[in-house]
């Protein structure tokens, strides 16, 4: 039997028994910007940015009707605008959904700007973005917030509102699970999946219109505006912007005829990605240009970020042959993108090479066996796989030839400084990357990865029923005594992280939000781990960064 990080959660669990700079949320929903501006993918000169116009009455998401109309933009150095950097005029219409993205240029490198839209003379809520550095500067530190699995259903995004607050963040790096495909009474908050606030359209999105409404309803929530007001985001997609343990040829929560076809639901939970995000696919701002999410960003010699799209060319997830996960056909990544992702890691255009994850890539696996047994253990009973059983085939765990690849390239190229930032598994986990987990740590690390919480997705307290920091304790200590490369592992806690780098190290800093059902939720530190600069291996640091 194979888990998903549902059933993951579930099964552990039995077994032991806002308001922004320019960001006025009252003004933005009667207006024709009800859904907020954001930006996006800075670069050294320009950078994405993003608005949806209601033109008229009639002209909500996903209807299709309503006049092409002329947005004008603007970006400026200060907030008062008398310092006009770029601007220009753009086009849209029902047939984008009356969304806007344009790419504001010849901007200066590591330079904080004001932008704004204007239709009709009435102005959309003042957003804040900040360009990356020149690709040959010396930043002395870069700083990210870090999010993933954002439920509507299952709470209230309290964590955007604290990161918004923050006011020093570089940029946004959102992981994955934007949105979830779910209608209502499903998936929700707590063991009894209640809805703190139901989704629109009341059902299971399938079809192009229903993406759209699904990306309105959250982008009209203000702690979500207040952070896209605050920084530029830089996103990939998971399973539920589509469809939950999506593949390239299906998803677990797909019903062929029923639903329609896959490539066509994919087709238009894509499509309104592309329209609904401040997001560059196939590297532009035009819509249609291609679904290549893959990509690299730069922030000067000091770090290189690829973003990774790890849903639309994986294999399907083996069902109840574990052997399988090793099958080298099959595929997590697609190799055209697992070439793309050795050569970035093998550049030395910068010295941190950062790889925004979407699933877990640490093994995670019982039991840790040593290479040479599992593989004796393989040839004879050809059971088990030669990492040992996988807990969660969905992960990296489920496709090892592909981890296996990226590790080796790691190891034999001499690659130092690698670190996966990671979502999806709803946890919190601080792991060195070991090539062989059986001996770990004899046996070397070849890089290191963070994996932030959910910002409201159900943890594994939440789905058992009991209350934070009980059940799970056992469940924590049985994995880092079993897999001891993982040095650090919260499975109840809510909230987001900040990613902190500088020459010397790669620190994440994780902040726990109260509970999801109070849209006032605070938040406090709960613990840093880093990396330093050469040493492949995370450690606990004292303090978050100032």
Not at 487 to 515: C, K
Request: net charge negative; charged share 20%.
């Amino acid at each position: 039997m194979t888990l998903d990080r549902r059933q993951f959660l579930a099964s552990a669990g039995a077994g032991v028994g806002a308001l922004a700079f320019g960001l006025d949320p009252a003004a933005a929903a009667s207006s024709q910007f009800r859904h907020g501006v954001a930006s996006g993918d800075p670069r050294p000169s320009d950078v994405l940015l993003w608005t949806r116009v209601t033109p008229t009455a009639a002209s909500t998401p996903g209807s299709g009707v309503g006049p092409t109309v002329s947005v004008s933009w603007q970006v400026a150095r200060d907030w008062r605008f008398t310092q006009v950097v770029s601007s220009g005029v753009a086009q849209t219409g029902p047939s984008r959904d009356h969304t806007v993205k344009v790419v504001a240029g010849g901007l200066a490198p590591a330079t904080s700007y004001y932008y704004r839209f204007v239709l009709d003379g009435v102005r959309s809520p003042t957003g804040r973005t900040r360009t990356a550095p020149a690709p040959t500067a010396t930043p002395s530190r870069l700083r990210f917030g870090v999010v993933s699995c954002s439920n509507y259903q299952a709470g209230f995004f309290a964590s955007y509102r604290h990161l918004a607050a923050r006011r020093d963040l570089d940029a946004v790096l959102h992981l994955g699970d934007y949105l979830y495909e779910y209608g209502p009474g499903e998936y929700g908050y707590g063991n009894a999946n209640t809805d703190v606030r139901p989704h629109q359209p009341a059902h299971e999105i399938t079809t192009l219109r229903d993406y759209r409404q699904r990306h309105a309803q959250y982008k009209t929530d203000p702690d979500l505006q207040a952070l896209h007001v605050a920084a530029p985001w830089i996103v990939t997609w998971d399973d539920h912007e589509s469809a939950n343990d999506a593949y390239d040829g299906g998803a677990e929560n797909h019903t062929p005829g029923a639903e329609g076809t896959w490539p066509a639901r994919r087709a238009a939970a894509y499509r309104a990605y592309d329209e609904w995000m401040p997001v560059r696919l196939g590297e532009t701002a035009a819509l249609d240009d291609g679904t290549q999410i893959y990509r690299r960003l730069r922030f000067g010699r000091l770090a290189e970020l690829s973003m990774l799209d790890l849903r639309t060319y994986r294999s399907q997830q083996v069902g109840t042959d574990l052997a399988a996960v090793d099958d080298p056909a099959r595929t997590i990544a697609g190799d055209p993108q697992l070439r793309w992702l050795k050569e970035s890691l093998a550049s030395d255009a910068a010295q941190w090479k950062l790889v925004g994850n979407p699933v877990m890539i640490a093994p995670l696996v019982f039991p840790p066996l040593p290479a040479d047994l599992t593989r004796s253990l393989t040839d004879v009973t050809g059971l088990l796989p030669p990492e040992g059983v996988p807990y969660n085939v969905d992960q990296w765990d489920g496709y090892t030839a592909d981890r296996r690849e990226i590790l080796r390239h790691l190891a034999d190229q001499g690659i130092t400084d690698s670190v996966f930032i990671t979502g999806d598994i709803h946890s919190a986990w601080a792991n060195d990357l070991p090539l062989d987990a059986g001996t770990y740590p004899l046996s070397r690390s070849v890089g290191t990865e963070f994996v932030c919480t959910s910002v409201t997705s159900n943890n594994l307290d939440d789905i058992v029923g009991v209350p934070p920091r009980t059940s799970s304790l056992a469940v924590e200590a049985a994995i880092t005594a079993t897999n001891r490369h993982v040095r650090y592992v919260d499975f109840d806690s809510h909230g987001y992280s900040v990613l902190d780098v500088t020459p010397a190290r790669v620190q994440m800093d994780y902040y726990v939000i109260g509970d999801r059902a109070s849209a006032g939720a605070g938040s406090h530190w709960s613990t840093s781990w880093a990396t330093s600069a050469g040493s492949q291996r995370v450690r606990p640091v004292s303090a978050p960064v100032a």
